[in-house]
């Protein structure tokens, strides 16, 4: 079961990864051409992913169409769920036996790509000549180069029940306008006029990627040169804010907010009409859209100043493709990736499951046959396009704690153990510990 706070988060930690020091530039042994995969000879790779039955089912058919074009190449397939994928992934790595294509998360590239178990993906000739302006830096890295594409954009985003805005009678805010404030007043408007146990909004302190919209409004980010890249007035800030939602009646109390974090998605205070706002990345809209009673709008997230062109939202990689730098067939890797994100018929078959097409004339080709959920994920990428901040730096070495260490802190300034202040020193001091 994915609860709602690991849905948001899509974060777990990686045992066993410091044996990715065994691929590095220096490594010794490993087998065949190095990396693991398929044989320089017979024209075979292997293809990693993690996912779920219509992911799964999506990548078959996109390999399936791909050998249509390049008969001579064997794709052995290695899909896996999000649980155990990690774990593997570094038991392979460290024993040289690395995928040649691997699907791979934001927070782990750097620690994949800095130990040199990555190709630069540029330097092997992949095109990114069609992207969309600020979606293929999101998978640079100093060392390495373009480690890896992004298989499909999200931003984040707030998502509003409007059943249960209706049932509180009260309007839709304008999300070019409303400011962090006017957040906390719709909630509180929805919770005072609607019966006990429905509220305006969840609670939203130990959510990362709206974090990140915090700081990054405050002229900071999550990260800079490797370390953290906020102060602690700024995050003390945030914890103030986290409590409103509490204090306020804005959101539930935090016991409750706990239970919610921890509940399937099908079964959130949200999607079962008993919480008006939400937030979720846009890749997530589908599965929102198709739970709750009557859909769900997409909103940008608030504004300090009240304007959408001061949101500093950001592209983000849903996640990427990567190839193995110790491929036997690199060439044969970098074309098949270049299928998957540059064909239009790749497009068509893999729709936005895993985001929404960073090739502006893929993600063309495809919207006509996308359905209305699907639409509305691409239509708010597309309306905020004018209005992105400069790309965050990539998740440095560590960071992948960053999640857990911000949902400890900020459940124990809700229950009261811990002021604000205290919440926003241990945050950074347990960040950077991680980073160390």
Not at 72 to 77: A, G, P
Not at 166 to 185: L, S
Not at 387 to 398: D, K, R, S, V, Y
């Amino acid at each position: 079961m994915i609860d709602r706070r690991s849905a948001l988060a899509l974060g777990l930690a990686v045992p066993g990864l410091a044996g990715l020091a065994a691929c590095g530039p220096n490594a010794s042994g490993g087998t065949g051409g190095g990396g693991g995969g398929g044989s320089a000879d017979s024209g075979s790779l292997r293809l990693a992913w993690w996912g779920n039955p219509t992911r799964n089912e999506n990548t078959e058919n996109a390999v399936a169409a791909y050998k249509e074009s390049a008969p001579e190449v064997t794709i052995s397939l290695e899909p896996g769920e999000w649980s155990g994928y990690w774990d593997k992934l570094a038991t392979q790595t460290a024993g040289g036996d690395f995928p040649d294509v691997v699907q791979m998360d934001e927070k782990y590239l750097a620690e994949y790509g800095e130990r040199g178990a990555l190709l630069d993906l540029a330097g092997a000739g992949l095109d990114t000549s069609e992207f969309v302006e600020g979606s293929v830096e999101v998978g640079e890295l100093a060392d390495v180069g373009l480690a890896a594409i992004n298989a499909g954009l999200n931003a984040f985003a707030f998502a509003i029940n409007p059943v249960v805005f209706e049932q509180a009678g009260v309007e839709i805010p304008d999300d070019t306008t409303w400011t962090w404030d006017d957040v906390i007043d719709t909630a509180v408007a929805i919770s005072e006029a609607t019966p006990d146990g429905t509220w305006g909004m969840t609670q939203m302190g130990s959510v990362q990627g709206l974090f990140q919209v915090w700081v990054r409004q405050a002229g900071q980010d999550q990260y800079k040169d490797g370390a953290a890249g906020f102060d602690a007035p700024t995050a003390t800030a945030w914890f103030e804010w986290a409590k409103r939602i509490q204090d306020s009646g804005a959101g539930p109390d935090a016991s409750t907010s706990v239970e919610d974090a921890a509940a399937s998605m099908d079964q959130s205070l949200f999607n079962t009409g008993r919480i008006g706002m939400t937030v979720l990345w846009s890749n997530q809209v589908v599965a929102h859209d198709a739970l709750a009673e009557k859909g769900i709008l997409v909103l940008r997230p608030p504004s300090v100043a009240g304007s959408a062109a001061e949101a500093q939202l950001w592209y983000k990689a849903s996640m990427y493709w990567a190839v193995s730098a110790k491929s036997a067939n690199p060439e044969a890797a970098v074309a098949f990736v270049d299928f998957l994100v540059n064909s239009p018929e790749a497009g068509k078959v893999l729709s936005v499951e895993r985001g929404v097409p960073g090739n502006l004339a893929v993600r063309e080709s495809i919207v006509g046959d996308l359905d209305e959920s699907s639409k509305k994920a691409v239509d708010f990428l597309n309306a905020i396009e004018s209005e992105l901040g400069a790309p965050p730096e990539i998740t440095p070495q560590g960071g992948g704690e960053f999640e857990a260490i911000l949902t400890r802190a900020c459940d124990d300034m809700l229950f009261g153990t811990i002021t604000a202040e205290e919440a926003a020193q241990r945050l950074l001091d347990e960040l950077s510990a991680a980073l160390s």
